[in-house]
Nanobody, 121 residues
């Protein structure tokens, strides 16, 4: 069984910062990409940022220059540093990991339970 546990969400004023963390645990052989997605009320879940096992990153245009994704492969943990937050960043943020549980397994996506980020104006 694999678990992704997120932490670091909360309430912050516009212009402030938050740092999200997500630790993957359980039966894990290897992790490919990890990432963060967000879902605002009434909207579909959308990509925020992803990072490969080699450190290559990809960001949504709306967060470029404000958010930074990083990971610690030894800890199976991914982080999202969120700076210059805006009210439109308010959403539930979900951690994602594409991983194998055994060596010859087909890589599968796993999701965290989500953490609420609320930015007040």
């Amino acid at each position: 069984q694999v678990q992704l546990v997120e932490s670091g969400g909360g309430l912050v004023q516009a212009g402030g910062s938050l740092r999200l963390s997500c630790a993957a645990s359980g039966r894990i052989f290897s992790i490919n990409a990890m990432g963060w997605y967000c879902q605002a009320p009434g909207k579909q879940r959308e990509l925020v940022a992803t990072i490969t096992s080699g450190g290559r990153t990809n960001y949504a245009d709306s967060v470029k220059g404000r958010f930074t994704i990083s990971r610690d492969n030894a800890k199976n943990t991914v982080y999202l540093q969120m700076n210059s937050l805006k009210p439109e960043d308010t959403a539930v943020y979900y951690c994602n990991a594409n991983l194998r549980t055994v060596r010859f397994d087909v890589p599968t996506d796993y999701w965290g339970q989500g953490t609420q980020v609320t930015v007040s104006s």
